[in-house]
């Protein structure tokens, strides 16, 4: 890695560093090895989402719960308690909270609905389905976000 390094001009290195610092640099290093297949950059890209998402929702809850803060617990557990079954399914609760999701362009809600969703037995027509309604309410500029559960979605089976 180092001779290869020692070839790449001062422009390249500094984006190492930019992304080192923010720590993904196993992506920088998946394009930048000649001898990975396309494939396996698009794998080093794209893999891991769930990975990145749980590690950090688990330090950011624990930060909100350090606060002692009343008004914060209550939320999360009306958040909580919202997507247990009840009068609707767990399961039709977990499609709604993607479709939000999408139309409110947050991936990490994305990500925590669409693994619920999972748990809980949607199938992917039902998740293609919940996608379908997030993309007609909020228009083309969910489409990223489509992009973005979908390929999610794959990272789950």
């Given amino acids: 890695m180092q001779e290869y390094c020692g070839k790449l001009s001062s422009q390249y290195l500094l984006l190492i560093l930019i992304f080192t ?3 993904i640099k196993h992506i920088i290093i998946g394009i930048l090895i000649e001898n990975f297949s396309l494939q396996t950059k698009i794998d080093l890209i794209f893999m891991k ?10 330090s950011g809850n624990a930060k909100i719960m350090e606060q002692d803060f009343l008004p914060f617990k209550r939320f999360i557990a009306l958040d909580t308690k919202t997507y247990e079954e009840g009068a609707i399914s767990a399961k039709n609760k977990e499609l709604m909270g993607l479709v939000g999701s999408m139309v409110l362009r947050c991936n990490d809600c994305i990500l925590y609905h669409l693994e619920k969703s999972v748990e809980v037995g949607a199938s992917p027509e039902e998740i293609n389905e919940a996608c379908n309604i997030a993309l007609v309410i909020g228009g083309s500029i969910v489409i990223p976000h489509l992009r973005f559960a979908l390929e999610a979605l794959d990272e789950l089976k």
């Fill in 21 to 23: 610092i923010k720590d």
């Fill in 49 to 58: 989402k769930f990975d990145d998402f749980h590690a950090r929702r688990e």
